[in-house]
């Protein structure tokens, strides 16, 4: 597992951030002044150092040389994924795979370069020569695949895979069929950062799904999923790298196994729109649990999508309550975007190493600003982290248009958690 987020690069810096309740939210006017002008509080990354932080991945210099030329004038999108790949690979071990045609690439493309595309349009507008070549090439979300194979000469399969909000949970998905199927012996999940410009920023305000009005002043209280005093989703950025393979192919090699994907599920609400739906909701945990051939009372934890969207919280806490009514203990559950905010593409991605850092070292991070719950009928996590000793897990992500999905996660065998 490997990310890069506002807490630092590496998993271990959002890891100590979940247990000590840290809000990676801030102001934003002096970091992102365009962008202030829609929302005043964000979690977004500033200026992070890649070149310094290469020496903390102790790979051959070749790719460190390369991983530059690369990046060179790339976007801070492009900068990111190739970082968190590189830092992936290397501690997956898979540079001494053989048969680099058995490992793949799964990115979570949904309009990943649309700030270079404001970017460049105001650059045609000057003067249309300097538009730059290679736009041609990155404006496209699969160029993502070539610069990642490229960089770790992967020559496997590669896809990308568009869900909106679900993305990151839907690429999971994917590269577990790939290799439940045997198409792949090794697959890099890949969790693109979102980097919005100013006009779908401005969609977004207009659509009525931002907060930060009420709290602009109080930056870390924004973002307070299932809250009555909750006003819309606030946008955070990271990137996220996992590496998912079959059981036996990890035993073989004696990896690491920090976790194991138990089941999943996909469902569609027969709508356009972004309004939720409970029964879309429902169905989509109970699918993932049955295919996991488990019940809803082996759940010990749900990691929930929980945006801090007005409606979107109460259907969900509807769902939960549905689910896990019968249940004389139901489970745990909280919501990492209220540490991190709503990181779109890559949430799933970044929720679910949340998850399997929360099952390997026995906590539960806190739901940050859950003050006044709007359902008290659910066991959520207090306003504080808590020891616990969970073993499975469910992850939530649903999108905008009808799509819902949600993962089942187990505790890893791993006892020498260095990621």
Known sequence: MSMLSPFGFGVPAFEVALKNGQ???????????????????????????????????PCEPLFKQHYKQLTARAPL????ALWTALDVYQQAGLFSIVKTDRVGIVVTGNNTTVKQSHEQYFIYQDNPNYVSPRYGLNFLDSSYIGYISELLNIHGEGQV??????????????????????????????????DLSVVE??????????????????????????DTQHEGFIPGQAGACLVLERQDTAKARNARIFGYVLGSAIVLDGNHSSDPSLNGEVEVMKKAIHQAQLQSSDIDYVNA??????????IEAQAFLTLFKNMTQSPWINSTKSHIGHC?????????????????????????????PLETDVRWVGTTAIKTDCNIALSNAFAFGGINTSIILKKGECDERRY
């Open 161 to 194: 895979v568009g869900a909106s909000s679900a993305s990151g949970n839907m690429a999971i998905i994917h590269a577990m069929r790939l290799l439940e199927q045997k198409v792949l012996d090794y697959c890099l999940v890949v969790g693109v950062m979102a």
């Open 201 to 226: 920023l401005q969609a977004f305000r207009q659509l009525g799904a931002l907060g930060g009005i009420q709290f602009k002043t109080e930056p870390a209280k924004a973002s307070r999923p299932f």
């Open 305 to 314: 999508h929980g945006t801090s969207s007005v409606l979107g919280d109460e």
């Open 77 to 80: 999108t492009l900068q990111t």
């Open 23 to 57: 809000s990676a939210i801030r102001l934003i006017d002096d970091t992102h002044p365009q962008e202030s002008q829609i929302l005043s509080v964000a979690a977004f990354l500033s200026a992070p150092d890649f070149i310094k932080n290469l020496d903390t991945i």
């Open 344 to 372: 779109l593409w890559s949430a799933g991605i970044v929720e679910t190493i949340a998850t399997v850092l929360q099952l390997n070292a026995g906590f539960l991070h806190a739901n940050l600003n859950l003050e006044t």
